[in-house]
């Protein structure tokens, strides 16, 4: 179970590097939910359907994705833990890089909720007014 998790988690993570919408559509169940932790603007719950649309517009926020680099990965009975420092550059030139502690919760092989905690201080300032641009969240 923990290696079905771990590849969850993992497929998650890919598809938003790539900002493929299709494939993050596939991973995550249909009541799916996110919370980004902390008390910035770019805080709160998405749904899974803000997800989505915020995996399909990466493209437009980044150059060219985002690469993670994993400090390490965890799995427990339905919870896969990733640190991980993610390399971007905005695209309007800006360097976006931040560090993120991913919290996963998996049922059947799809992702159910995860947890992220970020540098959210940093996001607000760097992302979030073209977040709000293209009408992302």
């Known amino acids: 179970m923990s290696e079905q998790n771990k590849e969850a988690a993992l497929t998650y993570l890919k ?22 932790r902390g008390t910035a603007k770019i805080c709160g719950r998405r ?6 649309a915020f995996t399909g517009a990466v493209p437009s926020l980044f ?31 800006r360097v976006y890089n931040n560090e993120y502690i ?17 540098d959210t201080k940093y996001a607000d300032e760097t992302l979030l007014e073209m977040m709000d641009e293209l009408q992302v969240k």
């Open 102 to 118: 991913y919290l996963f919760h998996v049922r059947d092989g799809k992702i159910y909720h995860m947890d992220e905690y970020i």
């Open 47 to 52: 749904t899974r359907e803000e997800t989505v």
């Open 63 to 93: 150059k060219d994705g985002i690469r993670f680099e994993f400090e390490s990965i965890t799995a427990e009975a339905d919870r896969v833990a990733c640190q991980l420092k993610g390399y971007s550059t905005l695209a309007d030139g």
């Open 15 to 36: 598809a938003l590097g790539r900002g493929d919408a299709v494939l993050m559509d596939s991973i995550l169940t249909d009541d799916f939910d996110t919370l980004a």
